[in-house]
């Protein structure tokens, strides 16, 4: 039999919040056309989506402390194109209502729809939805990228088919359903060495740092029952740990975010000039977003001066990697150091910083511990990942630079391209939130940057005007020219 790929420790979050709490993170890349595309360029990208990583679904274990496995999907959806335009003024609306109602599946499918629709000024639309657990933002780009290429294959539809039980009957299917259970088998008890493995290494860690493995950011501090950021995405490193004590404790975050929702907006920069501006003020296009989104959430009154943890994402794809998500991700301290319009010197220093530390391998006690996670039960997991309160503030996600060719759908070109992600089914009864502050997401289209915010807390973001206003003003002040959409 083929080799199987097992679910990662980093798809762990999107699976746990799934069981836990019957929340989908699902992801989505917009495009904004001035001419709709030819109806058969829209078909044939949509065909070739059928080829790509995103056409996954999961097969649960026959041994309970076995991972699930990953298969190529042996059917994929239809080109979804709306029948009735829409207004200019109504693509949020529009795309928000995808992003946040499209039905996904991991297990019985689809885990992405392509939809489409026109605008009233002779425009168009187009929206890719997936699922976070079948793909991280890089992977599903990357794999949107290279369908409009006809490039698009997923290396898992060369392995042997997972059978479903009606497919096939005889001793062909008995003999499969043996094998899948001493892979199951072999798979349960690696990870039971792996779970023993990752319980020394935090030890281990704890012992080295001298830090409580689930503290709070400060004695009396509370839960702020928030699930908005992959544990294994964002890190402590010792300068985030030294200085995290001077971070005001927050009201739990269902109380700051009572119904719920977000307040969305997205700004599109040239990039060549995002770029000029980074360098003037001595940073790196990245440390530029990362002091935009902290600037804006300071405005707003958010750390009440304290300092911000602004969690970074870091791609950890290597070489034929078949992996839908790999992300780790480093987290640093954004204090009153930095002044908005100042130097970005100090910030792009401890940028490099944590990223050596996480090349070099010096992970957060935490993240030894994912292995453990499918072994533990699923109510002592969700007590646990939500007891402290160190996730990030903000979250600055720079999925990086695709070139022209993410724009172009036959021969039309959008004028810009956004990405974003959201949890369906967050209830506002119970006390769990996904995200708090900032998240943002940012793309570098050919010669377009463009990032799409997110605005989670519901008393400095009331809606998406506040947001608009509060972001307007932060890139006025870095003297950037901008266009939101």
């Excluded at 501090?221 to 490193?237: A, L």
């Excluded at 009572?258 to 360098?279: F, G, I, K, L, N």
Aim: charged residues 20%; glycine residues 10%.
């Amino acid at each position: 039999m083929a080799a199987v790929l097992r679910m990662q420790s980093e798809d762990s979050t999107y699976w746990l919040v799934r069981e836990a709490f019957g929340w989908s993170v699902v992801l989505q890349i917009l495009w904004r056309f001035p001419a709709r595309p030819d109806p058969v360029d829209l078909v044939a990208f949509n065909e070739r989506l059928r080829d790509s990583v995103l056409n996954r679904r999961l097969v649960r274990a026959g041994v309970p402390i076995a991972r699930p496995r990953w298969v190529h999907a042996d059917f994929a959806p239809e080109l979804s194109i709306d029948a009735t335009p829409i207004e200019s003024g109504g693509i949020e609306t529009w795309s928000g209502t995808e992003l946040y109602h499209t039905p996904l599946d991991p297990e019985r499918g689809p885990a992405w729809r392509l939809r489409g629709v026109a605008v009233d000024d002779g425009g168009f639309v187009l929206s890719l939805t997936a699922l976070h657990l079948v793909a991280d933002g890089r992977t599903m780009v990357a794999a949107a990228m290279a369908a409009l290429a006809d490039t698009a294959f997923d290396p898992l539809s060369g392995a042997d088919a997972v059978r479903r039980p009606t497919d096939v009957a005889g001793n062909a299917t008995l003999l499969d359903s043996v094998g899948s259970r001493l892979q199951d088998a072999a798979d349960g008890l690696r990870q039971v060495a792996e779970a023993g493995r990752g319980v020394a290494l935090a030890v281990a860690t704890l012992a080295r740092n001298r830090v409580p493995l689930l503290g709070r950011d400060r004695p009396g501090g509370r839960s702020s029952s928030k699930i908005g950021h992959p544990p294994s995405s964002t890190e402590h490193g010792p300068t985030a740990r030294a200085e995290s004590h001077g971070r005001p404790v927050k009201a739990p975050a269902h109380l700051r975010s009572p119904r719920a929702q977000c307040s969305w907006t997205t700004v599109s920069v040239d990039a060549a000039h995002w770029d000029s501006v980074a360098h003037r003020y001595g940073g790196t296009a990245n440390t530029l977003f990362v002091a935009v989104l902290a600037g804006a959430l300071r405005a707003s009154g958010y750390a009440d001066g304290g300092p911000l943890k602004v969690g970074i994402p870091v791609s950890r794809r290597t070489e034929h990697d078949d992996r839908g998500n790999a992300t780790a991700g480093v987290s640093v301290l954004v204090t009153d150091e930095l002044v908005t319009g100042g130097d970005l010197a100090r910030l792009r220093r401890r940028c490099k910083e944590a990223f050596a530390r996480l090349s070099a391998g010096q992970r957060a006690a935490h993240v030894h511990l994912l292995p453990l996670v499918s072994l533990l039960p699923t109510t002592l997991v969700v007590r646990a990942a939500t007891a402290g309160s160190g996730m990030p503030d903000a979250v600055a996600s720079n999925l990086g630079d695709f070139g022209q060719g993410l724009r172009s759908v036959g021969a039309v070109t959008a004028t810009a391209v956004a990405f974003r992600g959201i949890a369906q089914g967050v209830d506002p009864a119970q006390p769990y939130r996904f995200g708090d502050g900032l998240q943002s997401w940012a793309v570098r289209a050919g010669d377009t940057w463009t990032f799409s915010v997110a605005a989670f807390d519901e008393e400095r973001f009331p809606d998406s005007d506040a947001l608009r206003g509060l972001l307007s003003g932060e890139l006025d002040r870095w003297s950037l020219e901008y266009r939101m959409w």
